[in-house]
C-alpha cells in the first residue's frame, strides 16, 4: 500500500498570510505514460463531505479560489493558500490513486492564528 | 447536477448487518465506476470499496472490509449498495459514496453506522 503522509498536523496562520501543507507518498505517485501526478487534494468543514481543490497534482478544480494551488512531482506535494480566508478554516487531505487502495493522508487542520 | 444522497444507516450491534444505498441524479449512472469512503469520528478517510461500470462485475475492497463487506449496484434503479455483515466496532463511521471518475468530483452527504453493544 502507498503510505501518504501530510505535515504538519495542524497550523494556525494570520488572515492574509501563506498557509502551506506538504504531503509525502512512499513510493512515486507519477505515471510515467501520461506523466500525470495522480495526487489530489481535498478541503472538509465540520458536518461536510469532502470538497475537491486539486487534482493531478497542480489542475484547479472549476470554482476553487486561485489561492489555492498545487505543486510537486513523484513523492513529494505541496498544497497552498496564498492568502488565508476566514472560510478556509477547515481539514486538508491529499489522496493517492495511483494504485489499490486509494490512501489518503492523516490531515492537516488548518486554524486563523 | 450529480446528486448523491446514503441511506441505511443506523446504530447495529457487534456481529450484525447493515446495507446502506447511495441514490444517484444528474449523470448517467450506468458509465461511472462508483466508490463507497468513510471517516471514523473524528478521524481521516478511508477508502473502503469500488465497483466498475455498466455490469459491476469488477470490484475491489480494503483488507480492512474484505470478507465482510459486499459492493453492489442497480444499474436500472441509479443506485449503489454496501452490504455490510459481521460489523465490528471500528467498522463506525459515516460512509459516503462518490462517483469515481479516478478522481472523486461528487460526493454523498454521508451516512453514519454505529457498531454498538
Known amino acids: 500500500d502507498i503510505v501518504m503522509t501530510q505535515s504538519p498536523d495542524s497550523l494556525a496562520v494570520s488572515l492574509g498570510e501563506r498557509a502551506t501543507i506538504n504531503c509525502k507518498s512512499s513510493?512515486?505517485?507519477?505515471?510515467?505514460?501520461?506523466?500525470?501526478?495522480?495526487l489530489t487534494w481535498y478541503q472538509q468543514k465540520p458536518g461536510q463531505p469532502p470538497k475537491l481543490l486539486i487534482y493531478w497534482a497542480s489542475t484547479r478544480e472549476s470554482g476553487v479560489p486561485d489561492r489555492f494551488s498545487g505543486s510537486g512531482s513523484g513523492t513529494d506535494f505541496t498544497l497552498t493558500i496564498s492568502s488565508l480566508q476566514a472560510e478556509d478554516v477547515a481539514v486538508y487531505y491529499c489522496?493517492?490513486?495511483?494504485?489499490?487502495?486509494?490512501?489518503f493522508g492523516g490531515g492537516t487542520k488548518v486554524e486563523i492564528k | 447536477q450529480v446528486h448523491l444522497v446514503e441511506s441505511g444507516g443506523g446504530l447495529v450491534k457487534p456481529g450484525g448487518s447493515l446495507r446502506l444505498s447511495c441514490e444517484a441524479t444528474?449523470?448517467?449512472?450506468?458509465?461511472?465506476?462508483m466508490t463507497w469512503i468513510r471517516q471514523a469520528p473524528g478521524k481521516g478517510l478511508e477508502w473502503v470499496s469500488h465497483i466498475s461500470s455498466t455490469s459491476g462485475s469488477y470490484t475491489n475492497y480494503a483488507d480492512s472490509v474484505k470478507g465482510r463487506f459486499t459492493i453492489s449496484r442497480d444499474n436500472a434503479k441509479n443506485s449503489l449498495f454496501l452490504q455490510m455483515n459481521s460489523l465490528r466496532a471500528e467498522d463506525t463511521a459515516v460512509y459516503y459514496c462518490a462517483r469515481d471518475d479516478k478522481i472523486f468530483h461528487h460526493w454523498g452527504q454521508g451516512t453514519l453506522v454505529t457498531v454498538s453493544s
Open positions: 513510493q512515486s505517485v507519477l505515471y510515467s505514460s501520461n506523466n500525470k501526478n495522480y
Open positions: 489522496q493517492q490513486h495511483y494504485s489499490l487502495p486509494l490512501t
Open positions: 444528474g449523470f448517467t449512472f450506468s458509465n461511472y465506476y
